[in-house]
């Protein structure tokens, strides 16, 4: 089953990141691994700035367990990309986001990256923890699709 090209009303927060002139790759496309620079960027800078603290400080830290993308048109050099997020489900010790890209003013995503997020202890890595921190949850039911 192909799932539908992702619209920005399918998301619920908003960031705007710039493209690099190094991001572009030798056919003028923008470089798979800047893409998944920028779904992990706007996790990670929703999660400060909705916890309000220095999340690599918490208790437990989201690693990351899983992270894809769907590519569906270019991105490219010089326009800013807006980023578009939503939280699919929060599980007791993880986090399931979507992250779409956009340029211009397009309503259909460039792109769309899933992104998972696995809790663990911040002193044993190896060991998840169950539940998250509250800090977490409270930034990231928010973005919840109603």
């Known amino acids: 089953m192909t ?3 992702p619209t920005r009303d399918d998301y619920v927060a908003w960031t705007t990141m710039t493209t690099r002139w190094a991001d572009i790759d030798v056919y003028g496309h923008m470089n798979n691994a800047r893409y998944f620079e920028l779904i992990d960027t706007v ?3 929703h999660l400060a700035a909705a916890t309000g603290t220095d999340i690599r400080q ?3 830290i989201g690693v990351v367990a899983e992270v894809s993308c769907r590519y569906f048109a270019e ?3 010089p326009e800013p990309v807006e980023l578009g997020l939503v939280v699919d489900r929060v599980g ?3 986090v399931v986001y979507r992250v779409g890209l956009f340029q211009g003013d397009r309503e259909e995503a460039a792109a769309e990256g899933r992104f ?3 809790y663990v202890d911040n002193a044993d890595p190896a060991r998840p ?3 998250m921190p509250e800090v977490v949850r409270a930034a990231v ?3 919840l699709r109603a």
């Open 3 to 5: 799932r539908a090209i």
């Open 58 to 60: 918490l208790p437990a």
């Open 116 to 118: 998972v997020h696995v």
């Open 75 to 77: 991105v490219g050099y």
């Open 92 to 94: 007791r010790s993880s």
């Open 129 to 131: 923890v169950t539940p």
């Open 43 to 45: 996790v990670n800078n």
């Open 141 to 143: 039911t928010p973005l």
